[in-house]
């Protein structure tokens, strides 16, 4: 009898995790639109929604602009993501004070362990540079790095609560010069859309942010279609927002090819996909 409960479970196992979807790596060729062919690698995300995303996407951007007000009222931020958002108002005021002047501001939204913020510090001393990362292990591992420059803090927080709650924080909130958005989750599932940035509650305070101050986004991905969907959902708010948009342009690097607009390699997960002859991928907009 225990034999042959055993065996049955055993049969109810196996049968689970042949239902069971693996995440799919592409091993075929990709070409790029300049026509320089890669191999693709173990980390290339082959992608089979793209066209039922492209049919629900503006649908969802457009529902998130006209119930933003809406979300803002009934989410809940966490109270470390409150004391963030006042440790960088704090921050971006003292900054101001010393300087006599305000003083542009750059974001680095999920900056992981710090790599990219300390050279974006290094690069823009001028500025106030702000890294972000929901990570309390990652952000610790900043600590390990070289002594960081005056001009730049890093906070633990959620992004999606952290964007609500600086563009509330103030009319008109906060301007971010420069937003790096440097190898986002890309959520690689369908069922998964609307956590990924562009698709979620909050994206439309992302983009007030830089409303109206001449701001500049900067995403980078080895996802193409998650930038290209990007820059669509951004023009899809600029034009409900009655902002600029459509200036943007995508430029694909490869490690034989490396024309982006910061020194490689920024962060580990470019480091890694670089090393394997992986295509990363550079969006900017500037709204």
């Given at each position: 009898?225990?034999?042959?409960?055993?065996?049955?479970?055993?049969?109810?196992l196996?049968?689970a995790?042949?239902?069971?979807?693996?995440?799919?790596?592409s091993?075929?060729d990709?070409?790029?639109?300049?026509?320089?062919?890669?191999?693709?690698?173990?980390?290339t995300?082959?992608?089979?929604?793209?066209?039922?995303?492209?049919?629900v996407?503006?649908s969802?951007?457009?529902?998130?602009?006209?119930?933003?007000?809406l979300?803002?009222?009934?989410?809940?931020?966490?109270p470390?993501?409150?004391?963030?958002v006042?440790?960088?108002?704090?921050?971006?005021?003292?900054?101001?004070a010393s300087?006599?002047?305000?003083?542009?501001?750059?974001?680095d939204?999920?900056?992981?362990?710090g790599?990219?913020?300390?050279?974006?510090?290094k690069?823009?001393p001028?500025?106030?540079?702000?890294?972000?990362?929901r990570?309390?292990?990652r952000?610790?591992?900043?600590?390990?790095?070289?002594?960081?420059?005056?001009?730049?803090?890093?906070?633990?927080?959620?992004?999606?609560?952290?964007?609500?709650?600086?563009?509330?924080s103030?009319s008109?909130?906060?301007?971010?010069s420069?937003?790096?958005?440097?190898?986002?989750?890309?959520?690689?599932?369908?069922?998964?859309?609307?956590?990924?940035?562009?698709?979620?509650?909050?994206?439309?305070?992302?983009?007030?942010?830089?409303?109206?101050?001449?701001?500049?986004?900067?995403?980078?991905?080895?996802f193409?279609?998650?930038?290209e969907?990007?820059r669509?959902?951004v023009?899809a708010?600029?034009?409900?927002?009655s902002?600029?948009?459509?200036?943007?342009s995508?430029?694909?690097?490869?490690?034989?090819?490396?024309q982006?607009?910061?020194?490689?390699?920024?962060t580990?997960?470019?480091?890694?996909?670089?090393?394997?002859?992986?295509?990363?991928?550079?969006?900017?907009?500037?709204v």
């Amino acid at each position: 009898m225990r034999l042959a409960l055993h065996l049955l479970g055993l049969s109810i196992l196996t049968q689970a995790l042949q239902r069971l979807r693996p995440f799919h790596y592409s091993t075929k060729d990709y070409t790029l639109k300049n026509q320089h062919v890669l191999h693709s690698t173990r980390y290339t995300i082959e992608y089979t929604s793209k066209n039922a995303e492209r049919h629900v996407l503006p649908s969802i951007i457009l529902k998130h602009h006209r119930t933003a007000d809406l979300y803002k009222s009934r989410f809940l931020p966490s109270p470390h993501n409150i004391e963030a958002v006042s440790a960088a108002l704090e921050f971006i005021n003292s900054s101001n004070a010393s300087s006599g002047k305000p003083r542009p501001i750059i974001l680095d939204s999920g900056c992981g362990t710090g790599k990219s913020t300390i050279l974006l510090a290094k690069t823009f001393p001028s500025h106030s540079v702000i890294g972000i990362d929901r990570s309390l292990p990652r952000l610790s591992k900043s600590l390990d790095l070289p002594t960081p420059p005056p001009n730049l803090l890093f906070l633990r927080a959620d992004l999606h609560d952290f964007y609500v709650l600086l563009a509330s924080s103030s009319s008109p909130p906060p301007q971010i010069s420069k937003h790096f958005i440097l190898y986002p989750n890309p959520y690689p599932k369908l069922r998964r859309l609307k956590q990924r940035l562009y698709a979620h509650p909050s994206f439309p305070f992302l983009l007030r942010l830089s409303k109206g101050g001449g701001g500049e986004i900067t995403v980078r991905s080895n996802f193409e279609f998650y930038l290209e969907s990007f820059r669509d959902s951004v023009d899809a708010l600029a034009l409900a927002l009655s902002l600029p948009g459509g200036e943007a342009s995508i430029t694909a690097s490869s490690s034989m090819q490396m024309q982006l607009q910061l020194p490689a390699v920024t962060t580990n997960f470019e480091k890694k996909y670089l090393a394997s002859n992986e295509t990363c991928y550079e969006l900017v907009l500037n709204v």
